[in-house]
């Protein structure tokens, strides 16, 4: 191979010093997404206190997050299901950093959550609180910690985070 | 199979963290040079292919056409293609279609990201890769999948963070012998471990850098490619696969879709005992343990057990399987898309004996170049060979 | 079992919200530093294609060749094309409209894009102009105020 | 080309100016079960997916993400392509003609209607240094482009009025068009004036929709009960930036039609071509389109579907339902040989186009 051809390398002195001409722009990039059969009913039963699942009657599999079709099968799927307010911590981190990268003493505690009463391995993203982080462990036991009913707006953090069941 | 499909020339920008040139500036940058060093000029060039993730890096939207100039797409058909970290080693197997199909002698394959472009930093970019309606909201950053992944790998076979950790260290110091490297260096495990804690079990030195870069190659038909050169690379075989977006879903503590991706690459290369008849890899190692996790999915190691070979030695430059010799995104840097283009600069480097200091000391028969992206999602597998 | 509704909760709102810094570039920095300084518009001459990219570029998209000569180009030229904008990016009317004009400057092939200056109805494709710069120049486009006609 | 390939299913969502229904993911669904159901294969089938979609149009980065599930092709070769829906066609195309895959579903969508900053999505689409700063309408390099097109041509505004006002027309006969209406071209002279000389009524206005369709290789598609076949395909880019592309022609459809017209064999483009369903995303590019295909005096057999004036503008879907439009005519027996073609919008450059016969020559 030959020496690489360019890529000029800048500090943050060039910028701060204006050694080089830049431009800057902040798009305005909004979006109100149709969330349609599956997923508007999802969130209604996140307000009302419930976690939804469907059923696909061929597969024999009870999904979360909850959708319109099975993927597999590629039918329709047949039921809703309501779920237990428990699972399984599949796997779990303690982030330290925000998703805009601005540092956290106590660390936040993203995990996957197989939901009790789901097909096995079928879980859901959210979050572990109310326990010692050097605690958690991949296979414990957790329940959900939901907001006030009149707090709940129909979203995933109606569910403020999953409390291990001790 | 269609056609036999070459790489002829290949080209190169640094990796840095911060470029001067502009997107359009980098991409002429390597896909010039990858002309120069296949000794063929711009008119020779039937089709353009390109390849870059994400719009909010480079800070445009439609960047493809952005960036097609700068990949030499004037009046040429050109497309840009992507399957998210996976677009690297994507963008040759998409040059091998219009290839193979007869429908072009010759193409440009370019990759470009500029990650510095994106402010306040790049990651900001990645809470767009969760779902819109159902993860969004919890605030999630790219450094959580790969702990969550990582901690699962872990937890399923038992890993311990001293094993994975080894890859930074291998790697970055592959590194060193790389031109366009930005993170080359000498660490020891301890070192790995004792840097800051990111999202645990994921270290700071464990994570590849975000970075600006440019990669290309040129890719020919048969007759074409031994007109041009007596050393043509052949790409003997190519596999991709994506996996559901419904990720918290599957298992994640083994890439099924690398497996799905290495076996089509495999078949169609007439390879039947991968661990024995890959002379060398470059899997993807955007952090360490990915490239372990990539080893076992490509049926390089035992599932489970990639992490052992690597400590026996196995996986360095001059052990029975090389891995990532360049340097891997560890060590040069993570332009996104440039940087599997970087993996399989480097199988053309290696496979011609034009590696320089890294160059790997037996005889080379297949390497296989890999990607992975998406929500823990895509494989996409190159098994690239010299005439066996 | 009583399935909620799904009418509440019918569409969710969200954003990508990232920011950009763009540097100009090998290119670009070569043509900002002589509008800025010398009140230049510097091209970049490609002798095989015969062609004269305004602004500066560091390689020929016709050719691909490197461009490593730039040099001035006039600050008068012809318009090549021009429209009235009635709106602006969020709607609003622009009374009278903003003109932007595509003019080729004398010794370029490519066209500069910029305001038409002046009232409206004189504008017409072919008509002659001339840069007007800016009496604050930073190191950007906006160092030209736009083109006047002549 | 090596290997003739096909059309062996084709199914389409009816295109809607906003569809709060379904999500993205359940309106492709639907239209992926048509496509397979009209192929008579199941999804087990498909051997690989090519989707045609951009990040800023869904709003997610590394939008390929959310590709397979709805597509029933978990696991399976999928790519995404930021181009429209014909350059998946072209892609798709090659793909089988590499002999190592029969059969390959192309899917584009728009849910246009579920963007709510589509000029600033538009604007961050102009370059940052030269470009962007001007703060113009981005609809300003239609006006420009228009202008000199006019200019050029000899065409007037009027024309274009007479264009946009024909398409609206069509659309009255085509079920699943979204902006059907008996106007006149006196109507279309009378909207208001956006970028001089382009009028409102020269745009084409967004709409959601999504097409799926099933390509297969000739030894599959033979036994398929009515394969529409490809005869050739083509695509090209003129240069990005705004300072160096010619502004008065479509230099990037002269260049992609050269290439599919040797493939299909066509000496005469007007002659040989019952059909054309080409670019209208402004009344203006259907001149400009058919001048760059060397398809003149062909005004009777131009966008009786309504193109997108009628039917709406469905994003990176837009020459899909050009297909769609062209497949149906096809098996209906109106067109033995029919062309669709797409453009990006602005401020590209960026066209695809393809040829579709009810045989293969």
Redesign the interface.
Known sequence: MKEPKLGTALSSEDFKKKRVFTTSYKPKAEYAWDTGFAIGHYLEGLKEGKLLARSCKKCGRILIPPRAFCELCFRPTDDWIELEHTGTINTFSLCYITWDMRKLTDPVIPSVIEIDGATEGCGIMHMIGGVDPKAIQVGMKVEAVWKPADEREGSITDIKHWRPIL | ??KRVAVVG?????????????P???C??????A?E?AGMS??DIDCVIHGT????F?????K???????S?????????????GGTGV?API?A???L????FRTALVVCEEKM??????P???????????????????L??IF???Q??YM?VHGITNEEIARVAVKNKHNAMGH??AQLGAELTVDEVLES???????HRLMVSPTS???AAVIMTNEDVAKSVTDQPVWVDGV????????W?????YYP??VE??AW?AYN?AGIKNPAEEISFAEPYDPFCYKELHHLEGLQLAPKGQAPKLLAEGYFDRDGKLPSCPSGGLLGVGNPIAAAGMMKI?ELF?QLRG???ERQIKKDLRWGVAQAW???M??GTVVVMGRDG | MRVPSNQNYTAWRGSIPVGSLYTVGLAGQMFLEALKEKGEILGSPCKKCDKVYVPTSIFCESCFAELKEHKPVKSEGKVVSFTLCHYDIDGNVLNPPRIAAAVRLDGATSVLIHDGLGEPSKWEIGARVKVKLATNREGSILDIEGFELI | MTGNVAIIGCGYSPVRVTTPEVSYRELTFEAASRAYADAHISHEEIQALVCCEEDFFEGVSISDEYTPDQMGCVLRPVETVTGDGLHGVGVATMIIQTGEIDIVAVEAHSKASNILTFDHITEYALDPIWNRPLGFHPEFVAGLEMNCFLNESGLSVADCDVIAAKNRRNALLNPIAAYPARLSADDIANSPDLCTPLRQGHVAQRADGVVVLVLASEKLAKKAERPVWIRGTGWANESPTLESRPWGEDAATKAAATIAYKEAGIKSPSKEIDRFEVDDLYAYREAMALTALDAGKVGDRVNLSGGSIGMGHTLDAIGLYRTAMCVEAIRNGDAKTALAHSWRGVPTTSVALSIFSVNHG
């Open positions: 199979m269609g290949a080209g190169i920008t640094k990796f840095v963290r911060r470029a001067q040139e502009t359009p500036e980098l002429w940058a390597a896909a010039s040079q002309l060093s711009f008119d993730a994400p719009d909010a480079d800070g445009v939207h439609m493809g056409e952005y960036l097609s100039a700068g030499g797409a004037w009046r040429k058909p050109y497309t840009r293609t992507y399957v998210g994507y998409h091998w279609k219009h193979a199909s007869g429908k510095s472009s994106c402010q306040p930093h990651q900001g970019a990645f809470i767009t890769i969760f779902d819109h309606t159902t993860e969004r909201a919890l605030g999630p950053n450094l959580w702990a969550l992944e901690q699962r937890a031109p366009s800051e804690i990111m999202a645990y079990p994921v600006d870069g440019a596999g991709w696969a994506l996996d559901t977006a419904f918290t879903n599957r298992d994640l099924r879709y799905k991706a089509m169609m600069c480097w034009e590696a320089g992206g998406d929500l999602q895509v």
